[in-house]
T-cell receptor, first 112, second 116 residues
């Protein structure tokens, strides 16, 4: 069965650079969630989209932005990267009518 | 606001021992969903179980079992006859019923180490 795809799987950036993480949800899933998991921490909700509109917002820094496109894939854009942005970023998708999130494998971002 | 508490930060057992991971949650919703995930050292989140608030039946899947008690807001996870491969971080999570944005709130996780 198709799963959530995230790219890239690993990303190394320098401070103050920008990064774009991509998420391709399971086919027919209309909702996408982004989570950030710092070292030794639990995943923290950043933002979600339903039918290409932002549906909820968590602890997402102003330096980050995200959107969901017409094909339902989503991109998380991160600017002015800081050392503290080094984390595992998970994307999850779901069908709005069935509350179960399917997580992608994550993108490990390292900021040097 | 929803909250998940996993009081056990780390647990260490010897292979073949049984181990229970505790999870206590808080929510104001009457309809919600509870999850357990396993995160091995490789980092991915492995889905283990999903429970909705109306289904208090305990569940067993192989060596895994779950005890859901609404009266105590707990959703505990037991591994029977633990194995070294069970070593991982385990997260309990709660999602409130919101068809448009049912984001999950995770507990802090319990690191389980199973020694040979």
């Amino acid at each position: 069965a198709a799963g959530v795809i995230q790219s890239p799987r690993h990303l190394i950036k320098e401070k103050r650079e920008t990064a774009t993480l991509k998420c391709y949800p399971i086919p027919r899933h209309d909702t996408v969630y982004w989570y950030q998991q710092g070292p030794g921490q639990d995943p923290q909700f950043l933002i979600s989209f339903y039918e290409k509109m932002q549906s909820d917002k968590g602890s997402i820094p102003d330096r980050f932005s995200a959107q969901q496109f017409s094909d339902y894939h989503s991109e998380l854009n991160m600017s002015s990267l800081e050392l503290g942005d080094s984390a595992l970023y998970f994307c999850a998708s779901s069908e709005a009518s069935y509350n179960e999130q399917f997580f992608g494998p994550g993108t490990r971002l390292t900021v040097l | 606001a929803q909250k998940v508490t996993q009081a056990q930060t780390e647990i260490s057992v010897v292979e073949k021992e049984d181990v229970t991971l505790d999870c206590v949650y808080e929510t104001r919703d009457t309809t919600y969903y509870l999850f357990w995930y396993k995160q091995p050292p490789s980092g991915e989140l492995v889905f283990l179980i999903r429970r909705n608030s109306f289904d208090e039946q305990n569940e067993i899947s192989g060596r895994y079992s779950w005890n859901f008690q609404k009266s105590t807001s707990s959703f505990n996870f037991t591994i029977t006859a633990s194995q070294v491969v069970d070593s991982a971080v385990y997260f309990c999570a709660l999602s409130e019923d919101n068809t448009n944005a049912g984001k999950s709130t995770f507990g802090d996780g319990t690191t389980l180490t199973v020694k040979p």
